[in-house]
């Protein structure tokens, strides 16, 4: 393994891994197989206790830089602690357990190198259950991820490649007081100060676990910073902090988190707030429009409330429902 410091690459690959023997192999092969060849593998392992470290010295790529945590940080540290030790003017994400397409990395450089106005691109993905591909929406357009960061998180994290100076100077790293979804919080951030795109065509298996195995407490840990980091991204749009009256109940119909008897979806009260978000105007009326009618569908559906049929949004959100099916059979 090549420790030293003194050699450039236009990409550093950062990957943290902590005990993840069963799929690391594969991860890291799929990127050692790049059409693009001038990186360097920065894999920080942090603390594993399993066979990780070994199956990474296996490999033998003087391009692998292996940097080991004397015991277990958390992700964020990692992921930072690799950023500031990389030499490439880009920084490609990758996950210990998912797959990159064999021409992500070219494809992803190419692009930079021609828009020098994006400061991170993105790739589109397919998810992995279980050994099966599945097909999935993704966005495209600043804009529309934009207006996705207000409520969920649509750039998937390991497939990012973004411009290591222009996150620096912004002080935009990874915060370490997030356990789950940092690369949300970070992307909250970022979206203000950098262009961000994504390529239409799939470049990533994204692996995914099958709901008998998720932990549901890791998903109500998840769901919890998903919230606070939303609240934070709609204060910034609409330029003031008091959103919980609404907000709150939205979110607990369409996550379950924090249920009480007395959060009540009250559609009007909804309806009122969806509109405060559009009258702020700080995106694309047509495509917010259509976004937020995709979360109201949404609320139909876990509800069955009749109520929310007698509003637009429900009839927007049925369009935008449409439109994804639609660009997900071409990519």
């Known amino acids: 393994m090549d420790l030293s410091n003194t050699n450039t690459h236009l990409v550093s690959i950062v990957m943290a891994v ?11 092969d799929s990127m050692l197989k790049q059409t693009y060849k001038d990186f360097e593998f920065i894999i920080i392992d942090d603390g ?6 070994k199956i990474i010295k296996s490999f033998g790529d003087p391009r692998i830089i292996l940097l080991q945590n004397g015991e277990n940080l ?3 540290t990692s992921l930072n602690r690799g950023i500031k030790y990389a030499r490439g003017k880009y920084i490609a994400r990758m996950d210990a357990d998912d797959i990159s397409l064999p021409k992500r990395l070219q494809r992803q450089v190419e692009y930079l190198e021609k828009h020098p106005e994006v400061g991170l691109v993105g790739v589109s993905r397919k998810l992995l259950i279980e050994g099966k591909l599945k097909k999935i929406y993704n966005v495209h ?5 934009a207006i996705r960061l207000l409520f969920e998180c649509p750039i998937i994290h390991s497939g990012v490649l973004f411009k290591k100076e222009l996150f620096i100077a912004n002080n935009l790293l990874y915060n370490a007081s997030f356990y789950r979804v940092q690369d949300y919080e970070l992307w909250g951030r970022a979206i203000r100060h950098i262009k961000f795109a994504v390529l239409p065509k799939v470049l990533l298996y994204y692996r995914v676990k099958a ?6 407490i890791e998903i109500m840990e998840r769901k919890k910073y998903m919230y606070h980091i939303s609240k934070k991204q709609l204060i910034y749009t ?3 902090n008091n959103i919980n009256n609404t907000y709150l109940p939205l979110y607990i119909i369409e996550n379950g988190v924090f249920l009480s008897k007395d959060k009540i979806l009250r559609p009007k009260e909804i309806y009122i707030f969806f509109n405060k978000i559009l009258l702020a105007k700080k995106y694309s009326p047509i495509r917010l429009r259509l976004y937020l009618g995709y979360k109201w569908l949404g609320l139909f559906v876990r509800t069955n409330n009749v109520q929310l049929l007698f509003y637009r949004y429900f009839y927007w959100g049925v369009i935008e429902f449409i439109r994804n099916k639609f660009i997900s059979i071409f990519y």
Request: charged residues 30%.
């Open 18 to 28: 902590y005990n993840g023997e069963e799929f690391l192999a594969e991860a890291i």
């Open 48 to 53: 594993s206790i399993d066979e990780s470290v």
């Open 74 to 76: 958390n992700l964020a």
């Open 141 to 145: 357009s600043h804009e529309e991820i």
């Open 211 to 216: 709901k008998k195995f998720i932990d549901s």
């Open 238 to 240: 609409l330029g003031c």
